[in-house]
């Protein structure tokens, strides 16, 4: 069973930093894309950050310069460093990943996420 499981959210002030941390765990090939989604009520989930496995990044336009994402792939981890942070980045993160496992000697890849984790900033 492949689960991811964030942890490192919170309460901030405006301006505050945050680092959110995802870790995958279970049986697995390899970990390809991982990301960083978040979600207010009522709205779609949005893409904040992704990385690839060899490190190419890709960020939303409202996050860049201020939101730093990296991973580590012997821990099978990504984080995100939080910058500068905005009353409009409260939401719900959630981590994502394109996870592959091999049966037999065919590998297929499956798109996981992690619980949610809540990052409220605020006076």
């Known amino acids: 069973q492949v689960q991811l499981v964030e942890s490192g959210g919170g309460s901030v002030q405006p301006g505050g930093s945050l680092t959110l941390s995802c870790i995958a765990s279970?049986?697995?090939?390899?970990?390809?894309?991982m990301g960083w989604y978040r979600q207010v009520p009522g709205k779609q989930r949005e893409l904040v950050a992704d990385?690839?496995?060899?490190?190419?990044?890709n960020y939303a336009e409202s996050v860049k310069g201020r939101f730093t994402i990296s991973r580590d792939n012997a821990k099978h981890t990504v984080s995100l460093q939080m910058a500068n942070l905005r009353p409009e980045d409260t939401a719900v993160y959630y981590c994502n990943a394109d996870i592959g496992t091999l049966t037999g000697d065919q590998i297929h890849e499956w798109n996981y996420w992690g619980q949610g984790t809540q990052v409220t900033v605020s006076i």
């Open positions: 990385i690839a496995r060899m490190g190419a990044t």
């Open positions: 279970g049986s697995f090939y390899s970990i390809n894309r």
